[in-house]
């Protein structure tokens, strides 16, 4: 069977009749079931990705609670308030849950939610792997948490760096708990990857060729990718670490042959990256929110584009900046050295871009304009004290200090929390439907603003003044407590100003003015359709004939002839993005979770016996048969183009 | 707020680089990184001045959007932006290349230090504390000691790290950067103090749950007082003739004390603690979590947990008597 479909002219008044039914058929075929049961087996990318960002909010939060016990701890030296034990728990915790459940989920969600909308099409590509990864994501946070609330919490760092974190230095389930956790969370964040690489390629509405996409589906697709390629590394190693504690391998025991450097190597080569895969997705939001109120479009969309790529590609060359103190020949300490500082080029790039972006613009100074300028001056306080790090003899002073806390926190509280914070403010009146309070998005600003810098600049100071880092206190005339006291103070604004800025996103979800389809007058596609947007996201998918669309004076024409009885997509040319098939996706099912269930009984199981690996797979097979048990027609329908 | 930021900083690091091991080196190697730290300090400091100013001008001379965005450009407009961008990125390679090639000069000076006679020492990070071993041809003539590391003033030194448990650390931050301590990997790097005096050395890599009381002091020395010390510590300790402090030394060697500790010339051997031959020559207990004293050491002896929670060491059920001859023997190990 083949059908009909490509762009049409745009919808003629009499058809509006029709527009409605169409609406109607649609709402009827893309809503999620009502009540508990939808919610467990929602296959919206919408429901599922703010479901992903409220809950990976819930873990900065959790995260956030640590980070202030350890300014408590810190405040005074000497401090008997939190012994070691509990300190060493709270520092592990507090990185693995920024780094693994709050930062790489975020961006992702962020990615999940807006990239359909923005290339104009109704969903992610397998919609149901994305709720099962979700529930995987969901369980391996919770399970971490529980660990962490029995004392049972991993104690060696976010890093767990073997030998400490092997079997005869941490006995106990604390490590087993971090390696099979963070391994099994990781399988989200690939799925999410799978997902946003797939639905860029193929689903972009006509005429959205690849050198149309919004920046920030670049930054997507980019992101996407790296975690393609970091996360095996670190699930490979952490699966090496796991055996060698579980079933007595020797991967990492020097004793019996293995290598304690080779755990830095695989770790680093996911962990460096791992800072991109959270940066880049927060450049789309700068460059997004930039050209927005600036009111033009960036400067230089080709640079920034190859500068994402670059990011990429560099971010894979320079993990062993990680190692210098190991101790390197000097030609690799020259290789990596020239890598790190090499990746400050594309940075720069985009930097200079968004400055010349508003040096040309119009700009309309409003929120989530302010967290992304903040951004600029923070990121490249970040940026320049990550090249001094790259400098193998200063990075012999600086490495394992609180220098480099200083830097990661400027690079990611500065580089990537600003602008989520600034795109939270910039969708939520898409995302909900009514606009974020302008003041009180200012005020959260300037708070977080100076309560960040006061909290983490003295750190740069206390790390030239020999405070390591990972220490849960420091001695009475180390001369460490000023600078110590000023942190911790600075924390308290910092909360403050965080605690604002949910504040008003708590009140914009009560009381919000209504916000219209596009408030801001932002030119990417998602803001043309409702706020929310309706469960099918465009009544007709939307065509597009250049950059920035909705700034366009052209009429936009959309796609008719997609069935409105059942969840059909267009499948585009993964370049030019010409229609090329008809493709059903499937709906709500409550199989992912059930697999999501079988995976974690598996897991958990496994931290006690190897025989989890067996229970979890024969679970698995039973609730993957049930997913995958054929059903219905065939999911594709060739599509004859009219030109 | 940033270029504040940045003046504050400026300040802040002149002020207080007394009490900054990493800006107030102590030897040649230090010095090297602290020149090559200024270098770089300034060129960021000029860079985010720059960006910072060019970003407040933008804004305040900001055009006033009154109609809505559009799509059509100045193309004039369009190539000076691109011009900037062009002429700031060139900007940032040239800088990243001057940057570079001073990394690589200064990472071949401090390979460049040694000389031809350094003195060699080898430091074994454990949990939590470093044993040292002065090396020599002949093997009477080496020392051991632990968390203390005299040095003579003027000559290299050559130190070894290696660890037999985790991965240390080894920073003195006063004398050079941090070289790590890896089971199953060797390394070494050259220091040298220029000036005598005392500088603290910290293990910079997470190790345990006693990471942060890991700390050794390097002390320099004039040659002539370092080779007086040297000669010091290779004497063996000898068995006290006073009643109460040979009840001590026996205590000592039956009790669990010589199941750890080494004290040379005697019968305790063990290898699991520090070396205590020369204990009371030392500064510091426990890796300098207490200064040496009796009563931090008899505080130390009865119950290390209560001053360094998870420490290797258990606590000892001594009566009053029983740890006063205890101290007496201890205080006599000079």
Same mark, same amino acid.
């Given at each position: 069977?083949?059908?009909?479909?490509?762009?049409?002219?745009?919808?003629?008044?009499?058809?509006?009749?029709?527009?409605?039914?169409?609406?109607?058929a649609?709402?009827?075929?893309?809503?999620?079931?009502?009540?508990?049961?939808?919610?467990?087996?929602?296959?919206?990318?919408?429901?599922?990705?703010?479901?992903?960002?409220?809950?990976?909010?819930g873990?900065?939060?959790?995260?956030?609670?640590?980070?202030?016990?350890?300014?408590l701890?810190?405040t005074?030296?000497?401090?008997?308030?939190i012994?070691?034990?509990?300190?060493?728990?709270?520092?592990?915790?507090?990185?693995?849950?920024?780094?693994?459940?709050?930062?790489?989920?975020?961006?992702?969600?962020?990615?999940?939610?807006?990239?359909?909308?923005?290339i104009?099409?109704?969903?992610?590509?397998?919609?149901?792997m994305?709720n099962?990864?979700?529930?995987?994501?969901?369980?391996?946070?919770?399970?971490?948490?529980?660990?962490?609330?029995l004392?049972?919490?991993?104690?060696?760092g976010?890093?767990?760096?073997?030998?400490l974190?092997?079997?005869a230095?941490?006995?106990?389930?604390?490590?087993?708990?971090?390696?099979?956790l963070?391994?099994?969370?990781e399988?989200?964040?690939?799925?999410?990857?799978?997902?946003?690489?797939?639905?860029?390629?193929k689903?972009?509405?006509?005429?959205?060729?690849?050198n149309?996409?919004?920046?920030?589906?670049?930054?997507?697709?980019?992101?996407?990718?790296?975690?393609?390629?970091?996360?095996?590394?670190?699930?490979?190693?952490?699966?090496?670490?796991?055996?060698?504690?579980?079933?007595?391998t020797?991967?990492?025991?020097?004793?019996?042959?293995?290598?304690?450097?080779l755990?830095?190597?695989?770790?680093?080569?996911?962990?460096?990256?791992?800072?991109y895969?959270?940066?880049?997705p927060?450049?789309?939001?700068?460059?997004?929110?930039?050209?927005?109120?600036?009111?033009?479009?960036?400067v230089?969309?080709?640079?920034?584009?190859?500068?994402?790529?670059?990011?990429?590609?560099?971010?894979?060359?320079?993990?062993?900046?990680?190692?210098?103190?190991?101790?390197?020949?000097?030609?690799?300490?020259?290789?990596?050295?020239?890598?790190?500082?090499?990746?400050?080029?594309?940075?720069?790039?985009?930097?200079?871009?968004?400055?010349?972006t508003?040096?040309?613009?119009?700009?309309?100074?409003?929120?989530?304009?302010?967290?992304?300028?903040?951004?600029?001056?923070?990121?490249?306080?970040?940026?320049?004290?990550?090249?001094?790090?790259?400098?193998?003899?200063?990075?012999?002073?600086?490495?394992?200090?609180?220098?480099?806390?200083?830097?990661?926190?400027?690079?990611?509280?500065?580089?990537?929390?600003?602008?989520?914070?600034?795109?939270?403010l910039?969708w939520?009146?898409?995302?909900?439907?009514?606009?974020?309070?302008?003041?009180?998005?200012?005020?959260?600003?300037?708070i977080?603003?100076?309560?960040?810098?006061?909290?983490f600049?003295?750190?740069?100071?206390l790390?030239?003044?020999?405070?390591?880092?990972?220490?849960y206190?420091y001695?009475?005339?180390?001369?460490?407590?000023?600078?110590?006291?000023?942190?911790?103070?600075?924390a308290?604004?910092?909360?403050?100003?965080?605690?604002?800025?949910?504040a008003n996103?708590?009140?914009?979800?009560r009381?919000?003015?209504?916000?219209g389809?596009?408030?801001?007058?932002?030119?990417?596609?998602?803001?043309?359709?409702?706020?929310?947007?309706?469960?099918?996201?465009?009544?007709?998918?939307?065509?597009?004939?250049?950059?920035?669309?909705?700034?366009?004076?052209?009429?936009?024409?959309v796609?008719?002839?997609?069935?409105?009885?059942?969840?059909?997509?267009?499948?585009?040319?993964?370049?030019?993005?010409?229609?090329?098939?008809?493709?059903?996706?499937?709906?709500?099912?409550?199989?992912?979770?059930?697999?999501?269930?079988?995976?974690?009984?598996?897991?958990?199981?496994?931290?006690?016996?190897?025989?989890?690996?067996?229970i979890?797979?024969?679970?698995?097979?039973?609730?993957?048969?049930?997913?995958?048990?054929?059903?219905?027609?065939?999911?594709?329908?060739?599509?004859?183009?009219?030109? | 707020?940033?270029?504040?930021?940045?003046?504050?900083?400026?300040?802040?690091?002149?002020a207080?680089?007394?009490?900054?091991p990493?800006?107030?080196?102590?030897?040649?190697?230090?010095?090297?990184?602290?020149?090559?730290w200024?270098?770089?300090?300034?060129?960021?400091?000029?860079?985010?001045a720059?960006?910072?100013?060019?970003?407040?001008?933008?804004?305040a001379?900001?055009?006033?959007?009154?109609?809505?965005?559009?799509?059509?450009?100045?193309?004039r407009?369009?190539r000076?932006?691109a011009?900037?961008?062009?002429a700031?990125?060139g900007?940032?390679?040239?800088?990243?290349v001057?940057l570079? &090639?001073?990394?690589? #000069?200064?990472? @071949?000076?401090?390979?460049?230090?040694?000389? =031809?006679? !350094?003195?060699? %020492?080898?430091? *074994?990070?454990?949990?939590?504390?470093?044993?040292?071993?002065?090396?020599?041809?002949?093997?009477?003539?080496?020392?051991?000691?632990?968390?203390?590391?005299?040095?003579?003033?003027?000559?290299?030194?050559?130190?070894?790290t290696?660890?037999l448990?985790?991965?240390?650390?080894?920073?003195?931050?006063?004398?050079?950067?941090?070289?790590?301590?890896?089971?199953?990997?060797?390394?070494?790097?050259?220091?040298?103090?220029?000036?005598?005096?005392?500088?603290?050395?910290r293990c910079?890599?997470?190790?345990?749950?006693?990471?942060?009381?890991?700390?050794?002091?390097?002390?320099?020395?004039?040659p002539?007082?370092?080779?007086?010390?040297?000669?010091?510590?290779?004497?063996?300790?000898? &068995?006290?003739?006073? #009643?109460?402090? @040979?009840?001590?030394?026996?205590?000592?060697? =039956?009790? !669990?004390?010589? %199941?750890?500790? *080494?004290?040379l010339?005697?019968?305790?051997?063990?290898?699991?603690?520090?070396?205590?031959?020369?204990?009371?020559?030392?500064?510091t207990?426990?890796?300098?979590?207490?200064?040496?004293?009796?009563?931090h050491?008899?505080?130390?002896?009865?119950?290390?947990?209560?001053?360094?929670?998870?420490?290797?060491?258990?606590g000892?059920?001594?009566?009053?008597?029983?740890?006063?001859?205890?101290?007496?023997?201890?205080?006599?190990?000079?």
């Amino acid at each position: 069977m083949s059908s009909t479909v490509g762009p049409t002219s745009t919808l003629a008044p009499g058809e509006a009749a029709r527009e409605t039914l169409d609406r109607a058929a649609l709402e009827r075929v893309w809503s999620t079931p009502p009540g508990f049961l939808g919610w467990l087996t929602s296959a919206s990318h919408k429901s599922v990705a703010l479901r992903y960002i409220v809950t990976a909010f819930g873990f900065f939060a959790l995260g956030g609670v640590l980070a202030a016990l350890m300014r408590l701890q810190l405040t005074r030296p000497e401090s008997r308030l939190i012994g070691p034990d509990l300190y060493n728990q709270i520092f592990t915790m507090h990185g693995s849950t920024m780094m693994f459940l709050f930062a790489v989920p975020v961006m992702e969600a962020f990615g999940i939610y807006l990239v359909p909308l923005m290339i104009g099409t109704r969903n992610v590509a397998f919609p149901r792997m994305n709720n099962f990864g979700y529930w995987i994501y969901l369980f391996g946070g919770l399970m971490l948490w529980t660990a962490f609330a029995l004392d049972i919490g991993p104690d060696t760092g976010w890093f767990a760096y073997v030998p400490l974190s092997g079997p005869a230095y941490s006995p106990g389930k604390r490590v087993d708990i971090w390696a099979q956790l963070i391994t099994f969370t990781e399988i989200a964040a690939l799925v999410a990857a799978v997902e946003l690489i797939v639905t860029t390629l193929k689903m972009r509405c006509p005429g959205m060729s690849l050198n149309r996409m919004p920046l920030f589906v670049w930054a997507m697709l980019v992101t996407a990718f790296m975690v393609i390629f970091a996360m095996p590394a670190i699930m490979v190693a952490s699966t090496m670490l796991a055996m060698d504690r579980l079933v007595d391998t020797h991967f990492f025991n020097p004793a019996e042959g293995g290598d304690a450097l080779l755990w830095q190597h695989l770790f680093w080569f996911f962990g460096h990256p791992e800072v991109y895969i959270i940066f880049i997705p927060a450049t789309g939001f700068v460059s997004t929110i930039v050209s927005t109120f600036a009111r033009r479009r960036i400067v230089g969309y080709p640079a920034m584009v190859l500068a994402l790529i670059a990011t990429g590609f560099l971010g894979f060359s320079l993990w062993v900046h990680h190692m210098f103190a190991v101790g390197l020949p000097q030609l690799g300490e020259a290789f990596f050295t020239a890598a790190s500082m090499m990746i400050a080029i594309p940075s720069g790039i985009q930097v200079f871009c968004w400055l010349a972006t508003l040096r040309g613009g119009r700009i309309v100074m409003r929120a989530p304009l302010l967290w992304a300028l903040g951004f600029i001056a923070l990121f490249v306080i970040g940026g320049l004290t990550g090249v001094m790090t790259a400098a193998v003899p200063l990075d012999l002073q600086l490495h394992d200090t609180y220098f480099v806390v200083a830097h990661f926190h400027y690079v990611l509280i500065g580089g990537a929390l600003f602008p989520l914070l600034g795109a939270v403010l910039f969708w939520l009146p898409k995302m909900c439907g009514r606009m974020p309070d302008e003041r009180l998005g200012r005020v959260s600003f300037w708070i977080t603003f100076v309560g960040f810098n006061l909290t983490f600049f003295p750190m740069h100071l206390l790390g030239l003044g020999g405070m390591p880092r990972r220490v849960y206190t420091y001695a009475r005339d180390a001369g460490l407590t000023t600078g110590n006291v000023v942190a911790s103070a600075g924390a308290v604004v910092l909360t403050a100003g965080i605690l604002v800025f949910l504040a008003n996103v708590a009140w914009t979800l009560r009381r919000g003015a209504p916000a219209g389809d596009d408030p801001w007058g932002a030119e990417t596609l998602e803001w043309a359709t409702a706020s929310p947007p309706p469960s099918y996201n465009f009544a007709y998918l939307p065509t597009v004939d250049g950059q920035a669309p909705l700034w366009s004076t052209q009429e936009r024409p959309v796609v008719t002839g997609l069935r409105t009885d059942v969840r059909e997509v267009l499948i585009t040319d993964g370049v030019d993005a010409t229609p090329d098939h008809r493709h059903r996706l499937d709906g709500a099912s409550v199989w992912p979770f059930l697999t999501a269930v079988a995976a974690t009984i598996g897991v958990v199981t496994a931290l006690f016996t190897p025989w989890g690996v067996t229970i979890g797979s024969l679970l698995a097979l039973v609730t993957l048969t049930g997913w995958f048990w054929p059903r219905g027609a065939p999911a594709h329908e060739t599509v004859e183009q009219r030109p | 707020m940033s270029r504040a930021a940045i003046v504050v900083a400026a300040v802040a690091c002149a002020a207080c680089s007394g009490r900054m091991p990493v800006l107030d080196p102590g030897g040649p190697q230090a010095a090297r990184i602290a020149t090559y730290w200024w270098i770089v300090f300034w060129l960021s400091a000029l860079i985010l001045a720059a960006v910072v100013a060019f970003l407040l001008h933008t804004l305040a001379h900001r055009r006033v959007a009154a109609a809505p965005a559009s799509l059509v450009e100045d193309t004039r407009v369009e190539r000076r932006l691109a011009l900037g961008v062009a002429a700031a990125v060139g900007l940032t390679a040239l800088t990243l290349v001057v940057l570079l &090639v001073t990394s690589v #000069a200064t990472g @071949r000076a401090l390979r460049s230090f040694g000389g =031809t006679d !350094p003195l060699t %020492l080898e430091v *074994t990070g454990y949990q939590w504390w470093w044993d040292v071993e002065y090396w020599d041809p002949v093997p009477s003539q080496r020392v051991r000691t632990a968390n203390e590391i005299h040095i003579p003033v003027g000559r290299p030194v050559l130190v070894k790290t290696r660890s037999l448990d985790v991965i240390h650390s080894f920073w003195v931050p006063g004398l050079h950067g941090k070289k790590d301590n890896i089971p199953g990997h060797g390394s070494s790097l050259v220091l040298q103090a220029d000036r005598a005096g005392t500088f603290i050395g910290r293990c910079a890599e997470f190790c345990g749950v006693q990471h942060a009381h890991m700390q050794l002091l390097v002390i320099a020395d004039q040659p002539e007082v370092f080779d007086a010390w040297l000669q010091a510590q290779r004497r063996s300790a000898v &068995v006290p003739t006073d #009643a109460f402090a @040979r009840h001590g030394f026996d205590l000592f060697m =039956t009790g !669990p004390c010589a %199941l750890c500790h *080494t004290v040379l010339g005697t019968p305790a051997g063990g290898r699991r603690g520090p070396d205590l031959t020369h204990l009371a020559s030392r500064r510091t207990l426990a890796a300098g979590t207490l200064p040496n004293t009796v009563g931090h050491l008899a505080g130390w002896i009865i119950d290390p947990q209560a001053q360094k929670p998870g420490a290797q060491m258990p606590g000892n059920a001594f009566g009053a008597d029983d740890l006063s001859a205890l101290l007496a023997f201890l205080g006599g190990l000079s």
